[in-house]
């Protein structure tokens, strides 16, 4: 199956990169994928997912955890204060953290349900207005800020390139402020980039069409579907 040759291009991109075998995690990125893909994937072995919105999550991942207590499950998309306390319920990683409030309700909440997930900061690399994230000059504070006076358990740095730029000045970015702040983990690539991605220092790339096939379309209903 695909999982199994996306598993299999990480272990080479390792090994090509001069790091040692399962240094990288892979989060199967299942977000909009039919139930059947998540649950082949689950039934083949694999135990790290990730999602972008907290309903979505909410709907499907309870009922499988039932199922499969073991799998670890990353929020990788932006989330609204009113969402987290569901998030922090849910999701044994959270990878957008990206604002001070954020981080302020993301331990009065930790501290109320006692269960801490672990925690990525969001770092915009390439300064978009429309992206999610702290920008690479700020970065350094708000790790600080974080760790030191808001006691959270950030374990690294996440981003998501510009679409339209090449990823490696991007990636490189991120691993240098990840190592500058003594931060272990880094986050990035995705199914079109991801061996650059760790040719570069990833040690959790976050791939999705790669893994489970296109995400089908959204259906817009419209009438005119709708007759036969
Ligand atoms: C959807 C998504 C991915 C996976 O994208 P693919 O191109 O399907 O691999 C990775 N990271 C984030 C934050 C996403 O929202």
């Known amino acids: 199956m695909a999982l199994t040759e996306v598993l299999e291009r990480i272990r080479r991109a390792e090994t090509e990169a001069g790091r040692p075998s399962e240094s990288v995690n892979l989060v199967a990125v299942s977000k909009q994928q039919p ?19 907290v309903q979505e999550a909410q709907s499907k ?11 670890t ?4 998309g932006p989330l609204q204060t009113n969402k987290v306390k ?9 990878e957008s953290v990206d604002r001070d409030r954020l981080a302020v309700k993301l331990a009065e909440e930790s501290q109320a349900q006692g269960r801490a997930p672990s925690l990525f900061i969001q770092v ?18 708000f790790v600080n800020q974080c760790l ?23 990636f490189a970015l991120l691993a240098k402020l990840a190592d500058r702040n003594g931060l272990s983990q880094v986050s990035m690539g995705m199914s079109a980039d991801f061996e650059i991605a760790i040719s570069l220092g990833a040690t959790s790339v976050r791939v999705g069409s790669a893994v489970f096939g296109a995400r089908p379309k959204v259906e817009t209903a419209s009438p005119a579907e709708n007759e036969p």
């Open 35 to 53: 139930i059947e893909r998540v649950r082949a994937a689950l039934e083949s072995g694999h135990r790290r997912f990730g999602e972008n919105r």
């Open 61 to 71: 991942w309870p009922a499988l955890r039932a199922e499969f207590s073991d799998l």
């Open 73 to 76: 499950l990353h929020l990788l």
């Open 86 to 94: 569901a998030a922090v319920t849910l999701f044994d990683v959270i």
């Open 124 to 141: 915009n690399t390439g300064e978009e207005a429309q992206k999610a994230g702290i920008s690479p000059a700020e970065t350094d504070a």
């Open 148 to 170: 030191r006076v808001y006691d959270l358990p950030i374990i690294g740095l996440m981003a998501i390139p510009p679409a339209d730029e090449p990823p490696a000045p991007h």
